[in-house]
């Protein structure tokens, strides 16, 4: 019976350590962490239980112009904010362009926000580029 015993409790401690060794991958390990860039459309506190900052930046420059002259294409980005200060940062920056540094996991958790990017740096980016060259900066010297 001892044996039994024994195996049963080392079967119990794998299920436990392979448990942990997933929820380790999926919901705490950094799978990407990078920046984006673009207007910063919209940052809302939001939730039932667990109230997270959710924002979206709108990423223009996808695709190509039309043959007729069309519009450049946009794509969005979704993220969360778990980090109060940072959440505040983005807040008076609504409407403009903004950097933002996020890590991506592959789980999402109810306290961390309802994306799986997490953004957790805001640097205010620079003046679209098409901007920058009628600023009085970059006018030729003669």
């Not at 929820?23 to 860039?37: E, H, I, L």
């Not at 673009?38 to 039932?48: K, P, V």
């Not at 695709?63 to 980005?77: H, P």
């Amino acid at each position: 019976m001892a044996a039994k015993g024994k195996k049963v409790a080392l079967t119990l401690i794998l299920i436990i350590v392979l448990l942990g060794v997933f929820a380790y991958f999926k919901f705490w390990w950094v799978f990407s962490d990078g920046t984006k860039t673009g207007e910063l459309n919209s940052l809302t506190y939001t939730g039932y239980i667990f109230k997270t900052y959710e924002g979206e930046i709108i990423l223009s420059g996808y695709g190509n112009k039309s043959a007729s002259g069309g519009t450049v294409l946009s794509k969005n980005f979704k993220f969360s904010v778990a980090d109060t200060d940072v959440a505040l940062q983005l807040r008076d920056l609504t409407g403009q362009r903004v950097t933002v540094h996020y890590k991506e996991y592959k789980g999402k958790l109810p306290w961390r926000g309802y994306e799986r990017s997490i953004v957790d740096k805001v640097i205010v980016a620079d003046p679209a580029p098409e901007s920058r060259h009628n600023s009085p900066d970059n006018l030729p010297f003669y």
